[in-house]
């Protein structure tokens, strides 16, 4: 019996202890905040003290490590231990390992994907119609990411279709596009001059050429001397502005099953006719065709031209001269004028190189999207701040609440900032406004109203094998022609045999060859 009892009282407190030990652990495990995430990847659900301290925290995943080929914007590239670098590594959870490039980016380029080895993820890729690029796409060097771009909601809603169509290789998407504006040529002119004479800002090419006259002729700057003439041209620069007002093509234009191009068109010698009269009435420089490097902004920052066409950003960064010698001098622009078809620009590709995934050192699709992943965050509205504005206090001030950037911080913006932004896919459309000067921000303005009435190129993703080869050649033999037209070297006769120069010497081929492309690609879609 007592050992009966015996067994009884053990079995008695074994249970006890049994019971109390899980009430124990009960309310332990009420005491702790426990975490879970819904399958959204959104909403948590706490439990616990949810305002307590000292609840543990979810440890961060660790960086991802990408190297890239990138373009350095200054003689000596950025260091690794910059603030806007780390910032940007912070942000978008990365540790980048960026080679920087300068001089003559190309050959780098070529003579790395020639070798084939130590490829980096990410290259930068400042001519995607090379020939070695699209031997290379051709060849399985690069991912195709097009498949991909839906999954990331920046670059699939602010790089754009007509963009992203531009850069294209093959009708397929190999790379990410550093975003330019399209319609980014205009007319800069001296406005002063134009109040001086109360004349109204031109709208048509009627306009432009009266405008052009008085500017030579009426004494704008109202010193009592005969010295000043319309128009500061350097070689054919900028001419698309004329041809868009003319009615022309962008370039090319597919009429009657083929390519044909611009300088094939009766708008062409249009726009030549123009520039004919306004050389041969002096409403223009007489050295146009041999004026180089800053010599077109020199003439209107020396009083001696009305306007100029050009990139509608000149207008903000070549007239430093031209204040000091005149401070009341106004510098306005233009976006477009209206010709027989109305208002039309002609755009541009819309970006200026892209980014491009390298299949050597990028093994799986999940590493490919975390390289991308890399490129959307940053045109998160943060990032775009810090390209565009840098560091509080040290690249931009704020002032009444608005952002400043005053002439002391901008040296050392364009040093700890500006080289980053060659990172960068955006064009700052995220970025906090601030105070800018009245040209820098006319010209921004003018980007958007122009996106209104661009003319597309429709060779702009198209390769021709020919025009690779021999394409400076090519374009020499009508630029040629086209200032011997102007001058008068040439008449129309001779401007039609150089067109013939230029077919036999391979432009047949090229029209051919684009010609099919297009085909290809776009006959089915």
């Known amino acids: ?64 490590e990408m190297s890239i080929y990138a373009q350095s914007y200054t003689a000596e590239p950025p260091k690794d231990d910059e603030p806007v670098l780390l910032k940007i590594q912070e942000y978008t959870n990365t540790k980048l390992n960026i080679t920087w490039m300068t001089g003559d980016l190309e050959e780098k380029i070529s003579v790395t994907l020639a ?15 090379a020939a070695y690029v699209i031997n290379a796409v051709r060849g399985g060097f690069f991912w195709e990411i097009g498949p991909y ?8 809603t602010d790089i754009g279709e007509v963009r992203f169509n531009n850069c294209s290789i093959d009708g397929k998407i190999y790379g990410l596009p550093r975003v330019r504006p399209l319609g980014q040529n205009g007319f800069v002119y001296r406005k002063d001059w134009l109040d001086n004479l109360g004349l109204e800002v031109p709208k048509t090419i009627e306009d432009l050429y009266n405008v052009l006259k008085a500017f030579t002729f009426d004494d704008p700057d109202k010193d009592g001397k005969d010295d000043t003439y319309g128009l500061s041209q350097q070689g054919l620069g900028g001419y698309d502005v004329l041809l868009a ?68 950003s000149d207008a903000a960064s070549k007239h430093t001269d031209l204040y000091k010698l005149e401070p009341n001098a106004k510098i306005d622009i233009i976006g477009r004028f209206s010709g027989p078809k109305g208002e039309r620009v002609m755009a541009s590709s819309g970006f200026a190189g892209q980014f491009m995934f390298t299949k050597r050192s990028i093994k799986d699709e999940e590493t490919l999207k975390k390289c991308m992943n890399f490129f959307d965050k940053l045109n998160d509205p943060e990032m775009q701040d810090l390209l565009r504005w840098g560091l509080k206090d040290r690249h931009y001030i704020v002032e009444d609440g608005v952002y400043v950037r005053t002439n002391e911080l901008n040296d050392l913006y364009q040093r700890e900032v500006n080289p980053f932004r060659s990172l960068k ?10 105070k800018f000067d009245y ?3 006319r010209a921004r303005e003018l980007y958007v109203e122009n996106d209104n009435y661009l003319v597309l190129n429709p060779c702009e993703p198209l390769f021709s094998e020919t025009y690779g080869e021999r394409g400076a050649q090519l374009d020499q033999i009508i630029d040629d022609a086209s200032i011997k037209y102007i001058i008068g070297e040439i008449d129309e006769v001779g401007f039609n045999n150089a067109l013939e120069e230029w077919r036999k010497n391979g432009g047949d081929n090229v029209i051919e060859e684009y010609t099919n492309e297009y085909l290809k690609i776009y006959q089915n879609k």
């Open 439 to 441: 040209a820098y921000q």
């Open 245 to 312: 007002a003319f009615g022309g093509p962008n370039q090319w234009e597919f009429k009657n099953g083929k390519m044909v191009p611009e300088f094939m068109t009766s708008e062409y010698m249009d726009m030549l006719n123009f520039y004919k009269k306004l050389y041969s009435e002096g409403l223009m420089n007489r050295d146009f065709a041999v004026i180089k490097g800053n010599q077109k902004y020199d003439n209107v920052n020396s009083n001696k031209a009305g306007g100029y066409f050009a990139f509608m």
């Open 149 to 156: 771009i839906k999954e990331f909601p920046n670059l699939s």
């Open 425 to 434: 896919l955006h064009y700052d459309e995220k970025a906090r406004e601030g």
């Open 115 to 129: 070798s084939g080895t130590d490829l980096p993820m990410v290259m930068y890729i400042p001519n995607h119609k």
């Open 1 to 64: 019996m007592k050992k009966k009892a015996k067994r009884e009282w053990l079995i008695k407190w074994t249970v006890i202890f049994i019971i109390v030990s899980l009430v124990i652990m009960l309310f332990a495990g009420c005491g702790q905040k426990k975490t879970t995430v819904s399958d959204d990847s959104k909403t948590t659900v706490s439990g616990g003290n949810t305002d307590s301290k000292d609840s543990k925290s979810v440890e961060p995943k660790e960086p991802f």
